[in-house]
């Protein structure tokens, strides 16, 4: 049963921070690649980051790059997600993903506004 489950979101101020993190079970956790995707309200799903099972490799939407950074910690079986200098437009429901596009979490609310 494999469960994906997000935590961490919330109300943050214009160039704040917020860390994403994703608590996972179920599969072999450290042989998957693992993505976030968000939703943002009225709009469809935004492709965000994905790392590869050991960490060698991580991608960014253009947008995220250089504010947001991946990780993961397979002992812990942990996804992360950091925010930095947060925009009112990154405002959105943050999905953590399996590698397969097969399971996703139910998603953790982050808003930023001041």
């Known amino acids: 049963q494999v469960q994906l489950v997000e935590s961490g979101g919330g109300l943050v101020q214009p160039g704040g921070s917020l860390r994403l993190s994703c608590a996972a079970s179920g599969f072999s956790f450290s042989t998957y690649s693992m993505t976030w995707v968000r939703q943002a309200p009225g709009k469809g799903l935004e492709w965000v980051s994905s790392?590869?099972?050991?960490?060698?490799?991580?991608n960014y939407a253009d947008s995220m790059k250089g504010r947001f950074t991946i990780s993961r910690d397979n002992a812990k079986n942990r996804l992360y997600l950091q925010m930095n200098s947060l925009r009112p437009d990154d405002t959105a429901v943050y999905y953590c993903?399996?590698?397969?596009?097969?399971?996703w979490g139910k998603g953790t609310l982050v808003t930023v506004s001041s």
């Open positions: 790392i590869s099972s050991e960490s060698s490799v991580s």
């Open positions: 993903a399996h590698g397969s596009g097969d399971y």
